[in-house]
């Protein structure tokens, strides 16, 4: 029987043995086991003992070919234009050039020529179904078909158990943007989570006071409206909202990694199909599950329902309509109505459309809404079937115009004698001049104007340079909406403050009544039994200043 308990062993047993002087022969039949085994063994004992021995370091076996030989051009490639494109990606742009290798050897192959950086580890953690939602932004600069570079911004929004995604692609990160993508990732999803994880964008969280977050109230009335919590995560930590950060670079490198972009909605009807064929479908590395199944299967039952109204995520803003009969919004311009020249126009932008209200609200155009910052005209044909001396003449205007005060119809008088041929244009550049100023002082400078016989508009504009402080249009309507709110609250009347000196006045006993001579003339006997001590006179308040409110 054998008497060694090891490999280690057995060679040790050789070796000395052999040394002594035994045969392989011998050995072999001592230690049963073949000859060729003892001359192994002694074959590689002699071998370290004259070329060296390195437990770590081993001579590599020369490569064997392989199917992905002849694509590592194709594979370098896409590195060097796309440097973080997914593994996954790459096999897909390799299958349609022909390879018909796996994707382990690949994924090898690709961390050879890309190795990954190195990171800390963070401590993952997990929420229950319908919990938790993650939100954030990551810009990318896109080189289109045509050769033009595309600035956009992803928003993307995860829910924390099932890590399925909404992701979209925008050119602004302002708060209105803000708003409809939530709106839309909510109705993608079907459901809202009770609470959401968001960094300290302006947007969500104005400021930080003693290490707390003080939340925008606009977008506390709008994430209230979907009776979902913000939650601000601490500054300077990305990691706490990984579920989220993750994902950016698997749209990074296998949604925009090797694909040619046309333009804006191109890139968004590319993502909407991705998300339905690429994110849903695939396979987490966290959940071994794909987000899509997840989703179904426990995470959509545990969502808050939708509200059976969606919040009104339009923006409303004031504008004057312009000589030409437009209104400009964001660059773009919209046709009105002649007869709105010079009015002050209320404005409703949604994502899709621009709506025109009159000063009584009532709708008067409707419009398709260009893309923003793309400086185009959008005119409706009905907006321009008007004659001639409607478009220019003074008569169209000249209800607003008498709307400034009591000394336009003056002003107008000498208007149409200084100017009979143009004196509509006149009065049209004095009403574009509530863009800058107020309706009184634009009043005021005509009355000022009307003094020294100059009736014409460049009067009356550097009269207002001169005396007026220009504003903008929004600081002067909520100006006149103070004044009415004035003018509506009851005014506040001082009380006297003797009303207040019989909650001073203290009842004596019966038994010890103060007899009258004791009195020296500071008080005097209340009926009542008590003492009664005069109170000072109410000090008097400053012309026009309200007392303060009771109490």
Known sequence: MPTYTSREELENLVVTRHRAGRSARGLA????????????????????????????????????????????????????????????????????????????????????????????????????????????????KLKLRCGRILQVLCFSYILGF??????????????????????????????????????????????????QPIYNPSFLQFITHYECRPVAC???????????????????????????IVDLQDLRQTARWWLANRSDPHIHDTTRRAPLELFMAEELSALQALPLHPYDTSEVGFRVCSMDGFIEWATNRYSVDYEHVGEIMT???????????????????????????????????????????????????????????????????????????NSGFHARRILLMKDTYSGDDIHQALVHAMRYHAHDCLAVERILKARFRPRTLDQHLHQQSAQRLRGALPRIEQRSLSEYGVLL????????????????????????GGIHRPTAAAPELPTGTEAPEDR
């Open 162 to 211: 099932s890590r399925r995604q909404y992701i979209d692609f925008v050119e602004r990160r302002d708060f209105y943007t803000l708003i409809r993508q939530h709106r839309a990732a909510f109705e993608y999803f079907g459901g809202v989570p009770e609470q959401c994880l968001y960094d300290s964008e302006k947007t969500v969280v104005q400021r930080w006071e003693s290490n």
């Open 234 to 260: 601490q500054r300077w930590r990305p990691q706490t909202k990984g579920k989220v950060e993750r994902p950016f670079q698997f749209v990074d490198g296998n949604l925009l990694g090797g694909r040619s």
């Open 347 to 421: 404005v409703k932008a949604t994502a899709d459309e621009i709506l025109v209200y009159s000063p009584e609200i009532i709708k008067v155009a409707q419009h398709e809404r260009r893309p923003d910052s793309a400086h185009e005209t959008q005119e409706q044909p009905e907006h321009r079937a008007h004659a001639k001396q409607v478009r220019h003449g003074l008569e169209p205007v000249r209800a607003t115009f008498c709307a400034l005060g009591e000394a336009t119809e003056d002003f107008l008088v000498g208007l149409q004698k200084s100017f009979p041929r």
């Open 505 to 528: 006045d203290t009842p004596e006993p019966e038994s010890s009544p103060i007899p009258q001579e004791e009195n020296d003339g500071h008080e005097e006997q209340n009926p009542g």
């Open 29 to 140: 039949k001592d230690l049963h086991i073949s000859r060729n085994t003892v001359r192994k063994i002694l074959g590689k004992v002699r071998k370290q003992r004259q070329e060296g021995h390195d437990l770590v370091g081993k001579k590599p076996r020369a490569p064997l070919p392989s199917k992905l030989d002849e694509h590592l051009p194709k594979v370098k490639e896409l590195l060097l234009k796309y440097p973080r494109i997914t593994g996954q990606r790459v096999f897909e742009e390799l299958q349609d050039a022909g390879y018909q290798g796996g994707i382990s050897i690949l994924r090898e192959k690709l961390k050879k020529l890309r190795p990954a950086p190195k990171r800390k580890p963070t401590v993952r953690f997990e929420t229950e179904a319908g919990e938790q939602g993650q939100m954030d932004w990551s810009p990318y």
